[in-house]
């Protein structure tokens, strides 16, 4: 029936696949799996467009220089005319950096900082809220349009 001892060994094995740590039974709540709260949702609804509007104006001409470096590189550009990938994310990377900056001392209504998260593939930013310390750097590669991480299985919660 087993051909080696090595499947004998591991169908003797015990196996976990859980959360390590999560006792059985218990549930997580929806604010540790990160969704965001009825509270923050209406509001970031509501002011999301202003947000955002306001901090593209006050990044729009470090953004425009940081664009014009962008093209004169000769391989900003490609064959048929359009923008390299590796020009646009450089482009979302950094316009996610500064329009975060612009709106750092801004907080939802239960406290977590909004931050732009750069899109991938496509031109521009996802607007997200983040708790107090979130290393941001994990995101680096951007997000899709349907809020999965670039190279991680796991979705955002788009705002």
């Given at each position: 029936m087993f051909k080696n001892d090595k499947e004998v060994s591991a169908?003797?094995?015990?196996?976990?696949?859980?959360?390590?740590?999560?006792?059985?039974?218990?549930?997580?709540?929806?604010?540790?799996?990160?969704?965001?709260?009825?509270?923050?949702?209406?509001?970031?609804?509501?002011?999301?467009d202003k947000?955002?509007?306001?901090a593209e104006k006050k990044t729009s001409r470090e953004l425009n220089k940081y664009a014009d470096e962008l093209m004169k590189n000769p391989n900003a550009v490609t064959k048929s005319g359009k923008l390299s990938a590796a020009t646009i994310t450089a482009y979302n990377r950094r316009k996610a950096e500064l329009m975060s900056q612009s709106v750092s001392s801004l907080r939802s209504?239960?406290?977590?900082?909004?931050?732009?998260?750069?899109?991938?593939?496509?031109m521009g930013v996802m607007i997200a809220l983040a708790d107090?310390?979130?290393?941001?750097?994990?995101?680096?590669?951007?997000?899709?349009?349907?809020?999965?991480?670039?190279?991680?299985?796991?979705?955002l919660d788009k705002a």
């Open positions: 169908l003797s094995e015990l196996k976990h696949h859980g959360i390590i740590g999560q006792k059985w039974g218990i549930r997580r709540t929806p604010e540790q799996l990160g969704n965001l709260s009825k509270k923050d949702s209406k509001w970031i609804a509501k002011k999301s947000i955002t509007a306001q209504p239960s406290g977590k900082v909004i931050q732009f998260v750069a899109k991938r593939g496509e107090e310390g979130y290393n941001m750097a994990q995101l680096k590669n951007g997000v899709w349009s349907s809020g999965r991480v670039a190279y991680k299985k796991t979705v």
